[in-house]
């Protein structure tokens, strides 16, 4: 049993809220967000390779990766605008399909009954922009996440 | 227009435990999300529910949601493995 997965999109405001708890350290946890070689791991669809070219995980550096097929390329840059070790990072977020709608996200790491709890706060400059970006992610991600669900359901 | 429920707000309020303003605030939110209108129809105020509207919000979120899900496990399994990521490893360094 995994834990649960709360994410908040109200209408009207363009934030996109996530709460998750991990059953690791928040060393551990930490490092798989900053790691690049680990990140490619989680974060980008399965089907493709998720290619980190940059990831410099310290406050002022920057990253870009490049992911997605030919069909539904999802790449982005941006600036990790602070990064607190095992604690927090802050940093912007452009991708190429929606060029100049930065959004900022804050992600903190702390330590909750032996569990490591991250608490992501996305930023996006309108609503729009925001949704855009769900339905983006959507595109390439969706089916994928049907054949996970199905691997989850035969399990 | 969606599905009619033609569900009056006395009627609405009967199976739940929470006060009859409390229901009124509930409808007032969905009814400005647009997910429900009501009508005037003598003393009662029908409620008819736009199982469309609904319906798009939700597939909509959900399949946000999924995909969300998909990559937490993907990390999950990342930090329970003790393959080249070395996280569990790391760890078991850190307790001894």
Request: aromatic share 8%.
């Amino acid at each position: 049993m995994s834990n649960p997965t709360t994410i908040t999109v109200d209408d009207g405001v363009p934030f996109v809220d996530t709460v998750r708890e991990f059953d690791a350290p928040v060393s551990a946890v930490f490092k798989a967000h900053v790691d690049p070689d680990l990140l490619a791991k989680w974060l980008g669809p399965r089907s493709t390779t998720m290619n980190v070219t940059e990831y410099n995980t310290v406050t002022g550096g920057s990253w870009r990766y490049e992911s997605g097929d030919g069909n539904n390329p999802c790449s982005g840059r941006g600036v990790f605008h602070k990064v607190d070790p095992d604690a927090l990072i802050i940093m912007t977020f452009e991708f190429d399909g929606a060029p100049d709608q930065v959004g900022i996200s804050t992600t903190t790491f702390e330590e909750v009954d032996g569990r490591t709890r991250i608490v992501a706060h996305e930023v996006y400059p309108s609503v729009e922009a925001r949704d855009m970006a769900l339905a983006t992610g959507m595109n390439y991600g969706v089916i994928e996440g049907y054949e996970r669900l199905d691997e989850l359901l035969s399990a | 227009m969606g599905e009619r429920l033609q569900a009056a707000g006395r009627r609405v309020k009967e199976p739940f435990a929470i006060t009859k303003q409390a229901v009124s605030k509930h409808i007032q939110v969905l009814e400005h999300a647009g997910l429900v209108t009501r009508s005037r129809d003598a003393q009662r105020r029908p409620v008819h529910l736009d199982a469309a509207a609904l319906e798009r919000l939700t597939a909509w979120l959900d399949q946000y949601r999924l995909i969300a899900e998909r990559r937490f496990r993907l990390l999950d399994e990342l930090l329970a493995s003790d393959g080249p990521a070395g996280l569990r490893r790391n760890r078991e360094e850190e307790l001894t």
